[in-house]
């Protein structure tokens, strides 16, 4: 038993000895930046080489919609003046990418047919609306049915109910899109 601990020990110290090499390499380093990221504080000074601070090309800082900068307490006003942008194009292809869209983005909770039964069963996503109800509802004083694009618009970006915002997942122009496929499709 002895004679197995004297080995174990002479191992171990051949090997840290072996491992403490005098100005050896320290290796490499796969992409250094993921182990030592550079920080930017908020209003602070930085050294990042090529960094002016400015949002990167394509993104939408927070309250600057091209269409409207609401808050959720202005949803009545974005159902009264929120309209398609001048620039939307209102035609099959257009029709057919918010069809598909839709059914990426949406259709898992209102159903393929926007009748509110689709594939996510919870007790939190029970009562999801169909688009086609005529039943008033609570926060317009309309029906599912009658909704503004600005409505919809407004619910697909902030959000309503269970139902939570989609602006960082869908762009502006998606979200108008799939506006377009549910007024023309799913709200007769």
Known sequence: MNKLFVKIGMFAAIISLASCGSDSSPGYEYMPNMYRSPSIETYG????????????????????????????????????SATYPSNFVKDDKTMEQGEDLYVMMCAHCHGTNGDGKGTITHAV???????????????????????SEGHLFHTITYGLNAMGPHASQISEEERWKIVYYLQEKLQK
């Open 125 to 147: 996503y029970s009562a999801v609306p169909s688009y086609s109800d005529t039943i008033q509802i609570r926060r317009t004083g309309s029906t599912m049915n009658k909704l």
């Open 45 to 80: 000074e930085h050294n990042i080489e090529g960094y002016n601070g400015m949002p990167i090309e394509g993104t939408i800082a927070q309250g600057h919609l091209s269409t409207f900068n609401f808050t959720e307490k202005q949803y009545e006003l974005a159902g009264s």
